[in-house]
C-alpha cells in the first residue's frame, strides 16, 4: 500500500488512476492450518475497500483480484509448511490438506488467466470492484454466501479430520 499511497498525490492531480490489488480467494473464505496466510489477504480486502471508498471522488479506482488455486510456487511452499509442522498433534490433517492441495494443483488452470485478468481491471475504462478469477474461486464465494457457518465448519473439519 505504500507505494500506492505514494501515486496518490499525483493521480488526484490528473484527476483519475488506478489500484489493482491481486488477493485470493482466502481473503473471503476461511479453511483451518493457514489463517495466517488468509489473515493477511482478508486485511488486504478490507484495506482495499476502504481505499476505494477513501479517493472514489478523485476518480482513482480501486480493484481486487481474488484469483482460485492456479499453477504456481505456491503448492510447494505449502508442502514445505505441512513438514514443518512434522510431529504435530495436527499430523492428520496437516497431511489430509496437502493431499487436497496437490489434488488443487494437479488441476490448477495456468496463471495466465489471472494475468488477463489484470490487465482487464488496469486498461478497462470501468472496472469492477471484484474479479474472482477461476471456477474455484467463483464456487467458495457463492457458497460462503448461502451456506451456514455451522455447517460450512463441519464439512471442512470432516475433510481434514479435526
Given at each position: 500500500?505504500?507505494?500506492?499511497?505514494?501515486?496518490?498525490?499525483?493521480?488526484?492531480?490528473?484527476?483519475?488512476?488506478?489500484?489493482?490489488?491481486?488477493?485470493?480467494?482466502?481473503?473471503?473464505?476461511?479453511?483451518?492450518?493457514?489463517?495466517w496466510y488468509q489473515?493477511?489477504?482478508?486485511?488486504?480486502?478490507?484495506?482495499?475497500?476502504?481505499?476505494?471508498?477513501?479517493?472514489?471522488?478523485?476518480?482513482?479506482?480501486?480493484?481486487?483480484?481474488?484469483?482460485?488455486?492456479?499453477?504456481?510456487?505456491?503448492?510447494?511452499?505449502?508442502?514445505?509448511?505441512?513438514?514443518?509442522?512434522?510431529g504435530s498433534r495436527?499430523?492428520?490433517?496437516?497431511?489430509?490438506?496437502?493431499?487436497?492441495?496437490?489434488?488443487?494443483?494437479?488441476?490448477?488452470?495456468?496463471?495466465?488467466?489471472?494475468?488477463?485478468?489484470?490487465?482487464?481491471?488496469?486498461?478497462?475504462?470501468?472496472?469492477?470492484?471484484?474479479?474472482?478469477?477461476?471456477?474455484?474461486?467463483?464456487?467458495?464465494?457463492?457458497?460462503?454466501?448461502?451456506?451456514?457457518?455451522?455447517?460450512?465448519?463441519?464439512?471442512?473439519?470432516?475433510?481434514?479430520?479435526?
Open positions: 500500500m505504500r507505494l500506492a499511497r505514494l501515486a496518490l498525490p499525483h493521480q488526484r492531480a490528473a484527476g483519475g488512476g488506478r489500484i489493482v490489488n491481486v488477493s485470493s480467494i482466502y481473503g473471503l473464505t476461511t479453511t483451518p492450518l493457514s489463517g489473515a493477511s489477504k482478508h486485511a488486504l480486502e478490507a484495506v482495499s475497500d476502504a481505499l476505494r471508498m477513501e479517493v472514489a471522488k478523485d476518480g482513482i479506482k480501486v480493484v481486487l483480484v481474488e484469483p482460485g488455486a492456479f499453477r504456481t510456487g505456491i503448492w510447494e511452499d505449502n508442502r514445505r509448511e505441512v513438514e514443518s509442522h512434522h495436527y499430523d492428520d490433517a496437516y497431511d489430509r490438506a496437502l493431499r487436497l492441495t496437490r489434488l488443487a494443483g494437479t488441476t490448477a488452470p495456468d496463471p495466465v488467466w489471472v494475468a488477463r485478468v489484470i490487465g482487464h481491471a488496469v486498461g478497462s475504462r470501468n472496472p469492477l470492484p471484484r474479479y474472482l478469477v477461476g471456477l474455484d474461486a467463483i464456487t467458495a464465494a457463492a457458497l460462503a454466501k448461502v451456506t451456514p457457518t455451522v455447517l460450512r465448519d463441519r464439512v471442512i473439519r470432516l475433510a481434514l479430520g479435526l
